[in-house]
């Protein structure tokens, strides 16, 4: 690069200083105030892939057609008892459909007037047959329950049943299980504990189900892309309405939210959690390193005024050239800071080198520029060469990246070459007393020099022999893996992990009308699925028949619900009748024992703490006994009647789940195994996609992600490895030369990927930017090494370029390496991915690479890492 007259350019700013700061100021004041204007941050994941995929253009398509599938928010609506929870869920369904500025809708899963009508249709034949048995024999009960909703009528009910028992009709063993589960109830109540009954519970004899206790509501929410949890608003108006709905002291339920948005929104908001701590600290260590280097206040001033004014010039472009930032773009910063301070301090230190050498400012600026200017603009240019090979790949989240860093690295070399040595002149850094080089590295690099080929054939073969390993590189493009663990989102998404009603790794079919059924039964036939569900599973199956069975227990139980209500008793009335209970009790146990027996005396005892306790305990045990049977009774009187159902029966929120306006339908294809195991899904995607390759879904996603990112970094990879070595050619005019600063970049990225494949790290669609970060450095540093060999130099260990590697390393590991703490899984793993990288890096660089390089072609004569005051080799 000698046709560059480096001297010149430093000469000509520092002659003209107030004319670069005032050019460097009017770029500060533009670039800030079109950030402010124009500053976005784009927080839809979608939009990180290309959308002109084929895979992307049927999620796209699949999207439009079902919206609410693909950006949904799932209310769970827990309660103690299946009939608070189910009435709860409609609830707030009723007070959340009308809020249109927060909801496009809000559907109940299976909940609604239709299901409450037509739910009976959906049990098995034998499982109806069962029910409505029971509940024909409970119709004396039933007409008592329904006329007297007091605890005077249920010690009525309880009091028949044990006539039934006294007459030999029942035993008392078969009413142990109602007895005590009355008593577990009454207990709570007397201790002054949380109570909860449920009526399902005890006419069924079996605990209340995970789904019963646990409603779903599904949500389509209005989303701000915009902010950086898009979802935010809709989530707080749910949870707004739950409160002011009194759900928790009314139903003693409460809301949780999961789904695509909640997670997504979770993921976000982690990434400001301890932000501001984390990066004061980062910035006051990055200042003690700077120190440290540079040993100067006044010098590490003018290198952190550079890096302020480049990082707001590159934000303002990169503004410019993408429109908005996405959630890994913004990392863009990140780099800047560590390839553009990287530039200032390899600039600052030959300055200092240099200022030792020839005592006066100016002419130690300019004789730096002689050093520096060659290899950093090399790197400069290689590093904008790596990262703007990912522009043309379909990863667009780390296209944007590559574009605005490999713009950013443009940005801070020109600040280096034009802003800092004129903010150095000015600040008039102090004079150099002691040479810039470790001394004490001497006898590191004699070694270094006779065992050259040891140190070489070692590395080589550590590498080489290790390549195996990358065949067990684990890649996990599952965004579910990435979620804090804890959060509401995350623990309630793991809680409904089986529940049929959730299907979040499934795949999803869309086919004309008249092809969905053969579809589904060309996906249920794989081995890899467990069942496919369209609109027409919605249909009852045996319809005739269940609803005879129906209709004959409805022609006894409706005079039973209709009867003409009791006259409301007083409290002496509920005292009088749980006393007659009690006694009862007493004496169908007698001295009998067993299981039947022990019940009845504790049932007995409770009723009789009851009947002494104060109105306010009775008030309670209502409170806690009748709210349930009145809804339990309206459920039950709804669900007697019951039409035969056709798809044109079906509601119309349901129908919009699973047919698209243009009439295409759409078919759920659940997976058969392990749904959190990566191998069982990927099998199931390329089943799916074998037989429907029109598919897509989640599971289909997280697959084709996956390979799209995997395919990328391949290209990106070798297009920049291609165009780095072009450059290099150009510019060095020796294959050897450009052999010399590839090969120790690829032991660094080599050995970086095998210590992931033997530490079982797995790369994820955070963390792989990494290595675009890796490429960047690397570079950098291999050009300074083989620049300043051809220069003549060898002894690196004990050189001032050694110096500022070093720092320079150590500075951007600071800036990388602080992600490690972060809380997000992603972010965290990014970190720590970094910090490896750069690790591998520095070592390949100022180890292998000098024993690789061997003693330069023209040695200088008693070298030791010491300047040549000849004009430097390009």
């Not at 009308?513 to 467990?530: H, T, W």
């Not at 009789?608 to 039950?636: E, H, K, M, W, Y």
């Not at 180890?847 to 070298?863: E, V």
Request: proline fraction near 6%.
């Amino acid at each position: 690069m000698s046709y560059v007259n480096f001297a010149a350019i430093i000469d000509f700013c520092i002659r003209r200083a107030w004319l670069v700061i005032l050019a460097s100021a009017l770029v500060l004041v533009g670039s800030t105030v079109y950030v402010a204007r124009h500053f976005a941050v784009n927080t839809n994941v979608s939009n990180l892939l290309s959308p002109n995929l084929p895979w992307r253009q049927r999620e796209l398509a699949y999207q439009a057609a079902f919206p609410q599938q693909a950006t949904s928010i799932l209310a769970v609506v827990s309660a103690p008892s299946p009939e608070f929870a189910g009435a709860a869920a409609n609830v707030l369904v009723e007070r959340l459909a009308p809020q249109t500025a927060h909801f496009h809708s809000v559907t109940a899963a299976q909940g609604g007037a239709f299901f409450a009508r037509n739910g009976l249709l959906y049990l098995p034949p034998d499982q109806l047959a069962e029910r409505m048995s029971k509940l024909s024999h409970a119709v004396p009960l039933i007409r008592t329950l329904a006329s007297d909703q007091s605890l005077r009528g249920l010690a009525q009910v309880l009091s028949e049943s044990l006539e039934g028992v006294a007459a030999g009709r029942i035993s008392l063993d078969a009413m142990a299980q109602p007895l005590n589960t009355v008593a577990d109830t009454l207990d709570n109540v007397l201790a002054g504990r949380k109570a909860a009954f449920s009526w399902q519970v005890l006419v069924n004899g079996t605990p209340a189900a995970f789904q019963d206790l646990n409603q779903l509501i599904a949500i389509y929410p209005v989303l701000d892309f915009g902010a950086l949890q898009p979802g935010h608003a809709a989530a707080e108006a749910v949870r707004k309405t739950a409160a002011d709905a009194h759900l928790n002291s009314t139903y003693g339920a409460t809301v949780r939210l999961t789904g695509s948005i909640p997670l997504a929104d979770a993921q976000l908001a982690t990434l400001q959690q301890g932000l501001w701590l984390n990066s004061l600290i980062t910035a006051a260590i990055v200042l003690i390193v700077l120190y440290l280097a540079l040993q100067s206040v006044r010098i590490v001033g003018a290198v952190i005024v550079t890096i302020f004014v480049g990082l707001v010039a590159t934000a303002a472009l990169g503004l410019l050239l993408v429109g908005a930032f996405n959630p890994i773009s913004v990392a863009f910063a990140m780099l800047f800071v560590g390839l553009g301070a990287d530039f200032a301090i390899q600039f600052s230190v030959r300055y200092r080198a240099q200022r030792h050498e020839l005592h006066e400012l100016k002419p130690a600026l300019i004789d730096g520029a002689r050093y520096v200017g060659p290899p950093l603009t090399l790197a400069a240019l290689a590093a904008a060469a790596g990262f703007l090979s990912f522009v043309p790949t379909d990863y667009r989240g780390v296209a944007e990246l590559g574009l605005i860093a490999g713009v950013g690295m443009i940005v801070a070399y020109v600040a280096s070459f034009t802003l800092l040595p004129v903010l150095l002149s000015l600040f008039r850094a102090p004079p150099e007393p002691r040479p810039m080089g470790y001394s004490a590295m001497a006898g590191a690099d004699r070694f270094m020099h006779r065992h050259r080929t040891a140190i070489v054939a070692a590395t080589s073969f550590v590498a080489i022999a290790a390549l195996p390993s990358l065949a067990w590189l684990q890649f996990n493009f599952d965004p579910n893996s990435l979620q804090v663990p804890d959060v509401e989102a995350v623990t309630t998404l793991q809680q409904l992990s089986g529940d049929p009603r959730v299907a979040f790794n499934s795949a999803d079919l869309l086919a004309p009308a008249n092809d969905a059924a053969a579809a589904a039964k060309r996906l249920s036939g794989l081995p890899e699925v467990a069942s496919t569900r369209n609109i027409d599973s919605f249909i009852p199956s045996d319809q005739p028949q269940k609803l005879a069975i129906i209709r004959q227990t409805a022609a006894a139980l409706d005079p039973a619900l209709q009867a003409r209500p009791a006259a409301a008793p007083n409290d002496g009335d509920d005292v009088a009748a749980l006393k007659a209970d009690a006694k009862a009790l007493q004496n169908v146990a007698g001295e009998r024992s067993g299981p039947g027996a022990d019940a009845a005396k504790r049932l007995a005892k409770d009723l009789d703490a009851l009947a002494n306790g104060s109105p306010q305990l009775r008030q309670r045990a209502q409170a806690v006994f009748i709210p349930p049977l009145q809804i339990s009774l309206r459920q039950l009187a709804a669900s007697l009647h019951p039409q035969t159902v056709t798809r044109a029966d079906l509601p119309g929120d349901l129908v919009r789940q699973w047919v698209a306006p243009n009439g295409m339908m759409r078919t759920e294809v659940l997976p058969k195994g392990n749904t959190n195991d990566t191998a069982t899904m990927r099998r199931f995607a390329q089943a799916v996609l074998s037989v429907e390759p029109n598919a897509t879904g989640q599971a289909i996603e997280i697959y084709e992600w996956g390979n799209t990112v995997t395919a990328a970094f391949i290209k990106a990879g070798v297009l920049a490895i291609c165009s780095i070595a072009i450059l290099l050619f150009l510019v060095l005019r020796r294959i050897g030369d450009v052999l010399l600063t590839l090969i120790p970049l690829l032991v660094a990225a080599a050995a970086t990927l095998e210590i992931c494949a033997l530490s079982g790290f797995a790369l994820n669609y955070a963390n792989i930017i990494a290595l675009p970060a890796l490429l960047g450095v690397g570079v950098a540093f291999k050009i300074y090494y083989v620049m300043a060999w051809r220069r003549g130099e060898y002894n690196f260990l004990q050189s001032s370029l050694t110096r500022a590697v070093f720092f320079s390393a150590l500075m951007t590991a600071t800036a990388f390496g602080s992600l490690w703490f972060s809380a997000h899984p992603g972010i965290s793993s990014m970190g720590k991915l970094l910090a490896l990288s750069l690790a591998c890096t520095l070592a390949s660089a100022a180890l292998f690479q000098p024993a690789l390089m061997g003693r330069p072609r023209t040695a200088k004569a008693g070298n030791a890492g010491a300047l040549d005051k000849t004009k430097p080799v390009s």
